[in-house]
């Protein structure tokens, strides 16, 4: 996935996730989603950034499907 690739390339280390998903507090990291979002040209980086979200912030409530845990 281009957002660990991006935090193992730039040295964030541990706390990289948490960087990335938590932007607005982590103010030295600038543009980062832009950058991630160069792997899928064909969708705004807005639209990635949500994405993410998505998969990486999910809820403890809700179980992964078997064709969410194969994908």
Known sequence: ???FDYIESHGLGDKG???VLH???HPEIRDYW???GTVL?????????TRAHILLERGKN???TPEEYEF
């Open 1 to 3: 996935m281009a957002v």
């Open 17 to 19: 996730l948490d960087m």
């Open 23 to 25: 932007c607005r507090s």
């Open 34 to 36: 832009k950058e991630i």
């Open 41 to 49: 040209p064909q969708r705004p980086y807005v639209s990635v950034y």
């Open 62 to 64: 809700r179980e992964w």
